[in-house]
């Protein structure tokens, strides 16, 4: 992680190895997914520490956090801003190729908000749910 990521904070091998293996995948892994993999390689690291270590890269921009409320958190080792499509049924959350540019917030300053980042995601269901009878 690069120090202007990092913010002053120090890098343990438990933060440095939850986010390479989150940029190896693109399946936009749970917080217990996230454990499962760390555990390969850091047999001994908790799950409180890979949740705090996810709060700490989304906190600063590192990683994205996905999910709205009631919906179960997944992380996107990939922070630039990028569409994604979430299936309704099981979670699935998938990378959107996308050609346009993101809109802006029009009406920011008339309301006061101050614009941190645009999130576009599409619901619908993915084609292995699309295949059952759910």
């Known amino acids: 992680m690069k120090n202007e990521e990092n913010k002053g904070a120090r890098l343990s091998r438990?933060?440095?190895?939850?986010?390479?293996?989150?940029?190896?995948?693109?399946?936009?892994?749970?917080?217990?997914?996230?454990?499962?993999?760390?555990?390969?390689?850091?047999?001994?690291?908790?799950?409180?520490?890979?949740?705090?270590?996810?709060?700490?890269?989304?906190?600063?921009?590192?990683?994205?956090?996905?999910g709205g409320a009631g919906t179960q958190k997944r992380f996107d080792g990939n922070p630039a801003a990028h569409p994604h499509l979430r299936c309704s049924v099981c979670g699935r959350v998938d990378d959107l190729e996308w050609s346009y540019a993101l809109p802006e917030l029009p009406v920011e300053k008339a309301m006061g908000y101050a614009s941190l980042r645009c999130d576009v995601e599409f619901v619908g269901v993915c084609p292995t749910c699309a295949g059952k009878d759910c």
């Open 14 to 66: 438990q933060r440095e190895t939850i986010l390479a293996e989150l940029r190896k995948v693109t399946t936009h892994p749970t917080a217990d997914e996230v454990y499962d993999m760390v555990r390969k390689i850091l047999p001994r690291i908790s799950l409180g520490t890979v949740y705090r270590n996810l709060d700490f890269l989304s906190s600063r921009g590192v990683v994205l956090r996905l």
